[in-house]
């Protein structure tokens, strides 16, 4: 599986990659509305890969399997979607996708990467815990921001936590 920079080219096939991994949340609790929920437009994938903010995962045959978008604020790195096509979830490929802008995020001097997520579900919070995201009991003005739009959309405001994943500082050998 190859993580590489999404091209403008990927854009048009983001959306169904999104789409097909929201299916998940087919079978969870008071949640099944978000498989066929609102789906990030093309044209916002196209605006991010300008930024060179997006990465995607590529199989060996050329397909896209999942994406990644982030955007930065400030000396942060907040990851807006992560994405893994039904048919290719539970291989590690949201793992390397998340190294991928955890590496990004070091190269450009970033302290820490964001996220806002679901505290309860298995594939959520307890799984960005295992990769060492910690949740913030006191998110801050931007993070707040993002859970209030966020609750105005209908998520469930009670189980949506923000969460921060410090950046280790590489020191240049003396
Ligand atoms: C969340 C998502 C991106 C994970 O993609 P993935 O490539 O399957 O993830 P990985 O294989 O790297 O799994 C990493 C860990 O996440 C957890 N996890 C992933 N999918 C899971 C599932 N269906 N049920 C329970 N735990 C899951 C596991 O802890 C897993 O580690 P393990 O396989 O060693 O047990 C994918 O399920 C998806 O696209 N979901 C729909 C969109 C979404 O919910 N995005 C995240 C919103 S915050």
Redesign the pocket.
Known sequence: MLIRPARLRDAADLPAI?KS??Q??GSAADLAWLADGPLIAQAEHESRILQQSVWVAEADNGILT?FISTEIFGTELHLW????HAD?????????LIDSAYRHAITQGLSALT?T??SD????A??YA?RGFEQLPQPGPRLQDTLDAEALHGLPPERRIAMRLPVARVTAPR
């Open positions: 999104e991994a929201a998940l949340y999942g979607e992560l994405s893994v290719w979830q539970r291989r590690g490929i949201a793992t390397l996220l997520t679901f579900l298995a594939w959520c307890p799984a295992k």
